[in-house]
């Protein structure tokens, strides 16, 4: 019981700094902005602060801006499930034994490892309609091919594969082409898809017991059944790992690629929640609405986590 | 019969190379095209080719007559530095009482710990902003380290490595009569060397990058860090896309070498992090 | 590194950051000379900007003025205000951000001090800039500089094609053929040269000449789906779609050049890409550089009304400034024949004093003897009319709202009463949504809505 005591007081010693940390700045603000969120505060002052009750999330679900946002957020998540299954078939390919692979997954890992500001400066530029060398590159090709195509204007069209329209939640065949939102997840999958993930894959493919392969390729079994029935189980629960951190990472993303490649245009196809947080909490100081919106942002990833949870332990079961 | 299978290895090794060598060629392209764009004259880059007709590296000295480029690549490996420090210290610290200690609780704080990882930043950044308004923290250092100074990440990601530790060590120390604290620094910190070095690496490199917060906190032009600066230096100079592809292609050196020499570790601390208790 | 104990190692990299701390705290750039006082001026990147600081700098040696452009706009100002790190001056650009910068108390009301110094800005300047200065009967600011839009000829594009433009004023029916002809194609038929340069952000000019106004004439609901409104737009359109005399979109980026402070078609326009073009007088910050160009000013059409936009910024101290002496020596600065005469002499806009342009030396400036045409530009910024501003909404939310609207016109997604209907719609939403937020201001709409009956 002493030693309990003792060990309760060494602990908190030691856990002191991080604690201290963590509730002013993570468990404090985390209530803090579900109070806030009740609230009209704005940080100019020129309203007096008062309890508003529910009337930032009923604003918010009448607010049309919050839907279309919430449909870019989910556009810019398409390229999430081609970069996972990158991931696994580059990890696929690197874990053969032939020497010097190492090298190309070095290479491999730069666009992950390099991504930030400048990457997404490059990226707009390379996107440039007129002169980037991705539209040239594709006016060669196309000449060459004798195909008349207008190139893409990439970063600064509304158009969109899903033919979306702007502005609207409807669809119109008019819109389809490739504009802003597939320039930037084009640019998701070259990022990601040789980064953490692949490395993760890399880590899981060892786990899997080679002799069980072994084992079913002198039982005649084809590669992909192979790959079905003994690797794609066995990865399991990395798979799902990756999954559950990029659909909280996709959530709150493109706020970096809004801020630097379109300034969340054109016409508010790129603004994802994340932007317009920011631009609700930081440009125009409405603090509680931003926050009734970060709340509303948090209820997805947990949903989605939760749900993940769920659908993970059941096919966790099935191994 | 074995020479086939040789044979067949050996066409089939043939594929992936040169599969991988045109995946690695479409990674690394377009940083190819930044390294050479960034040596052009203006004229040349519009014209599509990729290699410069004439080398110009005075675009990399005229970076930093334009702006203060120096001082952004400065300012970000000095609070970069700062964050790594505080936070592998107290995530270590913090680790140790979660790894090494018995206690009342303990599962459940690491769980609300563990919880808060899925945390959307901007849903803390809101908060964490008006209380630097209040501190009067804003457009200063030390607002941009405090926060950023104590991990979640790190506790747990640290408390893994450590868990892996034999406890026999620190148990025989213990009745050699040394305080915890001496434990800590002496047996549990050197043995988790490995462990913190991943940590570092990663918490530089996010710090290192990290945009939004000292977007929204730092207003003068001599306390920017790299990624705000090349925002601006984007947004006014946006059209000499070759001075611009320079300032991008040194921005990204420090990741880079860091990479070159910290793979091992950079890779140990991604894995580790993605192995939940 | 294995060999060292882990103590001394923490304590190194701990002094080595302590040092660094240090060091980085000496390095801070010195931003002033003993004994010198620094003003932080919150305004824009324009280099001409960097000269009026170094003229006041020489007039007041003891005051160092730094300008900050990164932090423009009321709102980050009147935040970083109150976090203790504002500046000591900042620009206003328009009523509605007087407005703002009054109400919250940083802008410092500086009525009673210019009546004592005896300057009156409403009848010594431009009323088409004095919307930026006053808030609610009380001056806070000064007229800094004013602008309206004229029209920029290429002179000798014009002698080429044997074109003489009026004098006075034109509407856009006679301008249409003129810019068709000044528009030039080469064998494949791809424009070489623009009959005309307008950047669909200068809507404001059009609604002008149209007698088009974004509001009512109380302020509380949006007016920008009137059909003067439409047709302003539809005449944009137009000089795009139907007569071609102006870039479309997609061929204003292909046109990419080297930067410059304001607009790429500044640029267009000094490199010869367009025979005519819309803009104002401060275009020649950038224009004196091309010396091979012979510039022209006349008046620009109108549609119903001979009217253009009028523009300009204040000047406005913080109230909370630590150098409040010399923070109001800078304003009053604005105010001083020295500065009005390099406004002139930079051709930043016009000197918003009316006594600066009465002279002999801005109708004809020696140092710019190309320049004929400075009367042109004194009769066109009096007939500038400033913004018409809603006391219940940001004008920046105005602008962005028309803006989005604008880009779904000019590419062709919406035609311009459908747009500007839906710009009507998204403007009152947001007043809508300001009454609710705000009880003060639901109660002076509810007056203004008396005031002025239907």
């Known amino acids: 019981m002493k030693r309990q005591r003792r060990n309760f007081r060494t602990a908190l010693l030691f856990l002191g700094p991080s604690l201290f940390g963590f509730l002013l700045f993570t468990a404090g603000p985390l209530l803090f902005s579900l109070g806030a969120s009740f609230t009209n505060w704005n940080l100019q002052r020129t309203i007096p602060m008062r309890f508003v009750g529910t009337a930032n999330f009923t604003s918010l679900l009448a607010d049309r801006r919050f839907w279309l946002f919430l449909g870019n957020t989910l556009y810019l998540m398409l390229g999430m499930p081609f970069a996972i299954f990158g991931s696994l078939w580059l990890a696929i390919l690197l874990k053969r034994k032939i020497r010097g692979i190492g090298v190309f997954r070095s290479l491999l890992y730069i666009p992950s490892f390099a991504s930030g500001v400048a ?190 949870w769920r659908f993970g332990n059941r096919a966790a079961e099935y191994i | 019969m074995l020479r086939n299978i040789s044979r067949q290895t050996l066409l089939k090794n043939a594929g992936t190379i040169a599969l991988l060598s045109f995946l690695a060629a479409s990674a690394v392209i377009p940083l190819l095209w930044m390294l050479f764009t960034s040596f052009k004259p203006l004229q040349e880059i519009e014209n599509g080719a990729l290699l410069p007709k004439s080398w110009h590296p005075e675009n990399y000295s005229a970076v930093f007559r334009q702006v203060p480029f120096a001082r952004y690549c400065m300012n970000s490996v000095f609070v970069a530095a700062w964050v790594t420090f505080l936070s592998c210290f107290t995530s270590a610290m913090g680790a140790y009482a979660f790894a090494r200690l018995d206690w009342k609780g303990r599962d459940s704080v690491f769980k609300l710990y563990l919880g808060t990882l899925m945390v959307p930043g901007v849903v803390t950044m809101i908060p ?134 910290g793979q091992k570790h950079l890779i140990r601390g991604i894995i580790l992090g993605s192995v939940k208790g | 590194m294995n060999r060292i104990p882990v103590r001394k190692f923490l304590l190194a990299s701990f002094a080595l950051l302590l040092t660094a701390s240090v060091a980085v705290w000496l390095l801070q750039p010195p931003q002033s000379a003993d004994g010198q006082t620094v003003l932080i001026w919150v305004s824009d990147e324009n280099p001409a900007r960097q000269q009026q600081a ?83 009967g009380r001056t806070y600011g000064i007229p800094t500089n004013i602008a309206a839009d004229g029209i920029w000829a290429d002179e000798d594009a014009l002698k080429a094609a044997g074109i003489v433009l009026p004098s006075g004023g034109w509407t856009w029916d006679q301008f249409i053929p003129i810019a068709q002809r000044l528009t030039l194609r080469d064998t494949d038929g791809r424009i070489r040269r623009y009959g005309f340069l307008f950047d669909w952000s200068n809507w404001r000019h059009f609604f002008c000449g149209f007698g088009a106004r974004v509001f009512n004439e109380n302020g509380t609901r949006s007016s920008v789906d009137s059909p003067y409104a439409v047709a302003a737009v539809q005449l944009m359109f137009d000089l795009v779609h139907k007569y071609h005399v102006s870039p479309t ?201 008396q005031e002025v009956p239907h």
């Open chain 3, 249 to 449: 979109p997609i061929e204003q980026t292909s046109m990419a050049t080297e930067g410059g402070f304001g607009s790429g078609f500044i640029s267009l326009f000094a490199a010869k890409r367009g025979a005519l073009a819309l803009g104002g007088r401060w275009w020649l910050g950038e224009l004196r550089k091309a010396k091979d160009l012979n510039l022209r000013v006349f008046e620009s059409p109108f549609g119903l009304f001979r009217r253009s936009h009028g523009y300009g910024r204040s000047l406005l101290v913080n109230r909370n400034s630590k150098h409040m002496a010399e923070a109001l020596e800078l304003q009053r600065f604005m105010a001083s024949d020295p500065y009005l005469d390099l406004i002139n002499d930079q051709a930043d806009g016009l000197a918003s004093f009316l006594r600066a342009n009465r002279k002999p030396s801005f109708q004809f400036n020696p140092k710019f003897p190309k320049e004929r045409d400075n009367e042109v530009w004194l009769h066109i910024t009096e007939r500038g009319v400033g913004d018409d501003t809603s006391p219940f909404i940001d004008m920046s939310t105005v602008s962005g709202v028309i803006q989005v609207q604008l880009d779904m016109v000019q590419s062709g997604q919406k035609t311009p009463a459908d747009a500007m209907k839906d710009a009507a719609a998204s403007i009152n939403g947001e007043i809508a949504r300001a009454i609710t937020e705000d009880p003060q201001l639901r109660a002076r709409y509810n007056r203004a809505l």
């Open chain 2, 128 to 261: 964490n902003y008006t209380l630097m308004v209040q501190f009067h923290l804003m457009d200063s250092f030390t607002g941009l380290i405090i926060p950023s100074a104590f991990g979640a990440f790190g506790t747990f990601l640290l408390r893994q490595y450590m868990l892996g530790i034999p406890r026999a060590l620190d148990e025989a120390a213990e009745m050699d009569g040394a305080s915890h604290w001496s434990i800590f620094l002496d047996v549990v910190l050197p043995l988790s060397k490995p462990g913190l070095m991943a940590l570092a690496i990663l918490t530089f490199l996010g710090s290192y990058g990290s945009f939004y917060w000292p977007l929204i906190l730092i207003k003068s032009e001599s306390l920017r860090t790299l990624p705000v600066g090349m925002m601006v230096f984007d947004s006014i100079y946006g059209r000499e896309t070759n001075l611009l592809m320079a300032a991008s292609l040194m921005s990204l050196v420090p990741p880079i070498l860091l990479f070159l020499f």
């Open chain 1, 119 to 308: 990457i997404l400066i490059l990226w707009k530029t390379l996107y440039n309609p007129d002169f980037g060398p991705v539209n040239d590159g594709l006016r060669h090709l196309f000449s060459a091919l004798h195909v008349h195509w207008d190139a893409p204007q990439w970063l600064q069209s509304t158009r969109n594969l899903a033919a979306l329209e702007p502005e609207k939640t409807s669809i119109n065949r008019s819109q389809f082409g490739i504009g802003a939102r597939d320039a930037i997840n084009f640019m998701g999958v070259w990022t990601a898809i040789g980064g953490n993930n692949m490395l993760l894959y890399l880590a899981a493919l060892t786990n899997v017991p080679e002799e069980l392969i072994e084992a079913a390729q002198l039982d005649g079994a084809s590669s992909t059944r192979c790959f079905t029935s003994i690797t794609w189980p066995h990865l399991a629960p990395t798979t799902f790992f990756i999954l559950v951190m990029s659909i909280i990472g996709g959530l709150q993303g493109g706020f970096e690629q809004a801020k630097i490649m379109t300034s969340g245009g054109p016409a508010g196809t790129t603004t994802t929640l994340a932007y317009f947080i920011y631009s609700l909490a930081f440009e125009q100081y409405r603090i509680g609405y931003a926050s009734a919106v970060a709340w509303v942002l948090f209820g997805f990833v947990l949903i989605a986590t939760l749900a993940n």
């Open chain 3, 54 to 136: 170094r003229l006041f700098e020489k007039l007041h040696p003891n005051i160092k003025v730094v300008i900050d452009p990164v932090n423009a706009g009321p709102d980050k100002v009147i935040v970083q205000s109150m976090a203790g790190v504002g500046p000591d001056v900042f620009d206003a650009m328009d009523c509605f951000q007087v407005a703002a910068f009054a109400k919250s108390g940083i802008a410092l009301d500086v009525t009673d001090e210019l009546k004592k110094d005896g300057i009156d800005v409403q009848t010594e300047t431009f009323s088409g800039g004095l919307a930026s200065s006053i808030y609610d």
